[in-house]
């Protein structure tokens, strides 16, 4: 398609850097008074675009100013209810719902039209210094971009306050941290959970890897176990899984206590509905500290499973297959805990060298 001068689509990046374009087509013009305007076509069609920018041209021709757009003042905490209706059938939507409590405890009065770039930084600074880690950080950046992605969308802001919002930058962090229990620290975390509702959570987590979300979500329509696997349909890559069971994975679910009336299988005993993200959290927060473990997070309970696997020699590809990676990057981090990994390969070179060395020695 060819360009259109003063017709575009709104850049911004994702969580991960990648260069993304909003849906709806935008104008740019100088008016009457040599200002220059970005108007928001309303429109999906590049064609709309054209002819919206074809009659503020035509206005401007014949020293008219369009009447500029007069913009709703809404302040963070009103947009975010327009928001999370929006965001209501994502398949994140109550983590996302528990980061923008967060953003609103100190946001939520600011009107939407008054965000700067200036503003953003002082809250992330203000974050580091009560001690929040730099990831959780940058989560809630990437949300409190999207919120804007959509406000400018709906028209509810301008270009500029857009532009604020982009030039916020994520905070470099180490994806590559591999945190998993240690011995002591297991037995630990066992005594602790024995016979609490948590404890068939954390042990189906340790034997198959399975995410927060996962486990949570889980019902038994999920579970097969004549076959021995658990079927998810809508995971983290948006596709289907079939993860197999070891014998205490299947001894796990025999021995919950399944409710007719309940389709879940793991849920909040005290409420008999599912758990929400920050009711767990700090249900899993209240364990490790009664287990004295520090630097711990549930998502680390898939880390100690791939990182066992790893040390109990299992192959590279087939560790990838267990943890689902899409990309035998992700894979890679465990390999330092592989312990013949390296050393069977290099022997390997033994066999392909021998056969000359001999000759070498045989001519010398």
């Known amino acids: 398609?060819?360009?259109?001068?003063?017709?575009?689509?709104?850049?911004?990046?994702?969580?991960?850097?990648?260069?993304?374009?909003?849906?709806?087509?935008?104008?740019?013009?100088?008016?009457?008074?040599?200002?220059m305007q970005c108007e928001s076509s309303k429109s999906t069609r590049k064609s709309d675009a054209i002819k919206l920018l074809e009659q503020r041209r035509a206005q401007v021709l014949f020293g008219k100013l369009p009447q500029l757009l007069k913009y709703k003042k809404l302040?963070?905490?009103?947009?975010?209810?327009e928001y999370l209706q929006y965001c209501v059938n994502q398949k994140a939507f109550k983590q996302k719902e528990y980061v923008i409590e967060r953003l609103l405890r100190k946001l939520g009065n600011v009107v939407i039209q008054d965000f700067t770039t200036?503003?953003?930084?002082?809250?992330?600074?203000?974050?580091?210094?009560?001690?929040?880690?730099?990831?959780?950080?940058?989560?809630?950046?990437?949300?409190?971009?999207?919120?804007?992605?959509?406000?400018?969308?709906?028209?509810?802001?301008?270009?500029?306050?857009?532009?604020?919002?982009?030039?916020?930058k994520q905070f470099p962090v180490d994806n590559g941290r591999i945190r998993y229990l240690k011995d002591d620290e297991y037995i630990r975390l066992m005594s602790a959970c024995k016979d609490t509702f948590l404890e068939p959570i954390i042990m189906l987590a340790l034997h198959t890897g399975m995410r927060k979300t996962e486990l949570l979500s889980l019902t038994w329509d999920n579970i097969d176990m004549k076959s021995g696997f658990i079927f998810l349909n809508d995971t983290k890559n948006n596709e289907s899984a079939q993860i197999p069971m070891n014998?205490?994975?299947?001894?796990?679910?025999?021995?919950?206590?399944?409710?007719?009336?309940?389709?879940?299988?793991?849920?909040?005993?005290?409420?008999?509905?599912?758990?929400?993200?920050?009711t767990f959290r700090n249900y899993f927060i209240s364990l490790l500290a009664k287990a004295e473990i520090d630097d711990f997070t549930f998502h680390d309970l898939r880390h100690t499973f791939g990182s066992y696997l790893a040390m109990a020699g299992v192959t590279l590809p087939a560790l990838q297959k267990l943890m689902r990676h899409k990309d035998i990057m992700m894979t890679m981090r465990y390999i330092h805990l592989m312990p013949s990994y390296t050393t069977d390969a290099i022997k390997k070179l033994d066999a392909v060298f021998k056969p000359t060395i001999k000759k070498l020695k045989s001519t010398g």
């Open 247 to 278: 014998n205490t994975a299947r001894e796990v679910l025999s021995n919950v206590n399944r409710r007719l009336d309940i389709k879940y299988i793991f849920y909040n005993p005290h409420t008999n509905k599912p758990f929400n993200n920050s």
């Open 1 to 35: 398609m060819a360009k259109t001068r003063g017709v575009y689509r709104p850049s911004y990046r994702d969580k991960d850097g990648n260069l993304q374009y909003s849906s709806i087509w935008w104008i740019r013009y100088v008016d009457a008074s040599g200002e």
């Open 75 to 81: 302040t963070l905490k009103q947009f975010s209810v």
């Open 118 to 168: 200036k503003l953003i930084e002082q809250y992330r600074n203000k974050r580091i210094s009560e001690g929040i880690k730099k990831s959780t950080i940058n989560h809630e950046t990437a949300i409190l971009k999207n919120m804007f992605t959509i406000a400018l969308d709906w028209d509810y802001i301008n270009e500029q306050t857009m532009k604020y919002i982009r030039k916020v």
